[in-house]
């Protein structure tokens, strides 16, 4: 079993940043075999994913993302990180985190990001 827990959302003006980070906890040595990632749902809308991030620490992301969003992941810390700068309106949803191991899914319980002025 793997808990996800999310945290550093909140309230950004448009262009700002925030970095959130998802920490592994539970029957898991490491996260150093698990894909890590982030999805996010906006309201009204479905969970679409932001980016992924491979055991090896190869990198995907959505056209949204790329170019402004950055994942990382630090194994020894069990924990994955998401850097967000030039922050948009339409960036504005709970954030997952998300992490595939032995062929189960797991999703942390979100944290919320709202950009506004």
């Known amino acids: 079993q793997v808990q996800l827990v999310e945290s550093g959302g909140g309230l950004v003006q448009p262009g700002g940043s925030l970095r959130l980070s998802c920490a592994a906890s539970?029957?898991?040595?490491?996260?150093?075999?698990?894909?890590m990632g982030w999805f996010r749902q906006a309201p009204g809308k479905q969970r679409e994913l932001v980016t992924t991030?491979?055991?090896?620490?190869?990198?995907h992301y959505a056209d949204s993302a790329k170019g402004r969003f950055t994942i990382s992941r630090d194994n020894a810390k069990n924990t994955v990180f998401l850097q967000m700068n030039s922050l948009k309106s339409e960036d504005t949803a709970v954030y997952y985190c998300y992490a595939h191991y032995l062929l189960t899914d797991y999703w942390g319980q979100g944290t919320q990001v709202t950009v506004s002025s």
């Open positions: 539970g029957s898991i040595f490491s996260i150093n075999d698990m894909a």
């Open positions: 991030i491979s055991s090896s620490g190869g990198s």
